[in-house]
């Protein structure tokens, strides 16, 4: 086994901030590199700038509120979120806030500020931007401007800002992501100084640093900026913030998922075999990816799921990638249309997820036991699948292999997402992108540009829900002509939608509509979220249920009709048993 150590994201840094030649300095900024290297793995390294408005008596609170406030609140974001989504939420949470208190004087005593960060997770730095603040980099001897100020230059020639935190209720944030290279340096500056100072005077002092230089030496040049800008006749408040890439981590699974290779794959078991604490009571499923079990925790005799790697696989990083990222989901989700995953048992030596055992049938065998089913049950059930479907979405996943065999029907009336060892999160994804040559999962479900491209967002999730939806209904599949045997026979699909009314001439055209719209092969053309689908599907199935003719007693309730027939037959006796005895007197 190779002892060299791993390779980390490591990082250089110093800043320096003045009040200039005024009383108080509305900048601030803040750096935090994790001490755990877990945390900053998943969430990386954060710097930022802020730069609170001087015509404001409060733009000292909104500056440093800002930049303390985004750090901390980042760094307790899911983790499954990417960065985007995680700075994002932070951000438009803390506009609000900044916003909400500026509603009584916004004009001379607001909460604004500027914000300019970057966050270096892996190989990556996100760079995320509001107002005139900058970020720059020095590489190669060059100085590029990687921000753009939103601002705009008055008559008077006075620079006014556009953009800001807590300026309006919206927030528009410039986003991007450029690649790192060992030796790159970062910087961050107020107004104060890059207004005063060109590009050739900045460079000259980056260009100081010499690899070995120090914190203290870093602090120094920063000042050093700053002073010569003072010099130079800023009036503003004045910093700079400077950070150097010194190693980079290797953005590949045997790196990242190394403690894998640590733990051994179960043999194929059978009935009666014991693993750990569990006892083998029937094979639920054996194939050449994984092999499922039924099993008694012996301690509490409660029953679980245990699902364990193929040893065809025990070489194939990307294969534990994805069986890595299924424990991980199941842990982390909890929800009750979520299938749990336990922790693994301490001290155990294999490797397999101990899943919840979920009572029920599969929605496959719900298909087949209703063939024709209407449409208001379907819809109920696809409603629940968005639903759940959704949670992943917000924790920033995507399935990726939805089908009716994944999706499990309880016994409460409820459903239950099986199977997460496609899914795609997108947390991870930021710290090693999937090296898998095919797409996973069923190819008559799963999306055109997943199976083309290996593109995936929520609108391929759509797809294959929209997918499922058509079967349940039509009893086939929405692309009869495709019907795939292999994978390059899928990637010559035409994707020539077969209309549902010939199948099920009972349902309305407007469900044709609705789910060939779903269904379209390209995402830009399908309905832009999940809830739009669903409200279209449930207007159909109401307008159906509207325009339907009144079924008798005898259709909709076959004992009550019986129940109120006996007790009509009861009072016609009663009435001749009457008559039958008065008249005898």
Known sequence: MDKRPKAKLTVSMGGYSTA???????????????????????????????????????????????????IADYYSTNNSWDVKQSASKVLNSLNTWLYQHNQNDLRHNGLITTFSSIIFKSTTAHLIHIGDSRIYRYREQALTQLSNDHSRTTHTKNSVLTRALGMDCHLDIDYQAVSLQIDDLFMLTSDGVHDYLDKTEITNHLKSLTEKATTQQYEQVAKDICDQALAQGSSDNISCLIVKINTLPKADLSELFSHLSTLVIPPALQVGNEIDCFTIEKVLHEGARSHVYLAIDKSNQNKVVLKMPSLNFEEDLNYLLGFYKEQWVGQSINNPSIMSIASNIKNSVFLYHICEYVEGISLRQWMLDNPHPELQQVNDIINKVVNAVRVLQRAGMVHRDLKPENIMLTPDGNIKILDFGTVRVNGFEEIVKEQQEEPLGAVDYIAP?????????????????????????????????????????????????????????????????????????????????????????????????????????????????????????????????????????
Request: contains cysteine; aromatic residues 10%; glycine residues 4%.
């Open 20 to 70: 200039g030649n005024r009383e108080v300095n509305q900048d601030a900024f803040a750096l935090k590199d994790p001490y755990s290297d877990s945390e900053k793995r998943i969430k990386g390294i954060v710097a930022c700038v802020a730069d609170g408005v001087s015509c404001s008596d409060n733009g000292q609170q909104a500056s440093h509120t800002s930049v303390t406030q985004f």
């Open 449 to 585: 540009e997943y199976l083309n491209d290996g593109e995936s967002s929520a609108l391929s999730d759509l797809f294959s829900i929209a997918v499922i939806a058509y079967e349940m209904l039509a009893g086939q599949l929405p692309y009869p002509d495709n019907q795939a045997q292999s994978l390059d026979r899928a990637r010559q699909y035409t994707w020539e939608y077969a209309p549902i009314l010939p199948l099920r001439p009972d349902l309305s055209s407007r469900l044709d509509k609705v789910l060939q719209k779903a269904l379209n092969a390209k995402p830009s053309q399908r309905y832009s979220s999940m809830s739009e689908f669903i409200g279209d599907l449930t207007k159909v199935q109401q307008r159906q249920i509207a325009k339907a003719p009144k079924k008798s007693l005898l259709e909709r309730d076959p004992v009550k009709f019986w129940q109120w027939l006996a007790f009509i037959f009861m009072g016609i006796s009663a009435t001749q048993l009457f008559i039958m005895l008065r008249d005898s007197f």
